[in-house]
């Protein structure tokens, strides 16, 4: 899904991305989700693999009892060459 939305993504647009951090709650699996969510190197890896540059990770607050933890990615699409030549 990750190099998908970076296809599809405008050349020098952004993509933002917002996900949980690594945990352990495996009774999410029942809604759906398929992984218990990606530790920072993962999700870097992922994004520059897609392609995308200028990566920046943040990890959002957490509350007291809270089990997730939010990541913050956003990594931008290089520009096509056809659209620096013109510039």
Do not use: C, Y
């Not at 970076?6 to 999410?28: C, F, M, Q, S, Y």
């Amino acid at each position: 899904a990750l190099r998908e939305a970076a296809r599809i993504l405008a050349p020098g647009g952004t993509l933002l991305l917002l996900d949980l951090k690594t945990h352990r709650e495996e009774w999410v699996k029942k809604l759906g989700d398929r992984w218990l969510g990606f530790d920072e190197e993962t999700l870097r890896r992922l994004m520059k693999d897609a392609g995308l540059r200028d990566l920046r990770l943040e990890i959002g607050a957490r509350q007291s009892g809270d089990p997730f933890q939010v990541i913050v990615a956003s990594g931008k699409k290089a520009e096509s060459r056809n659209r620096k030549e013109r510039s």
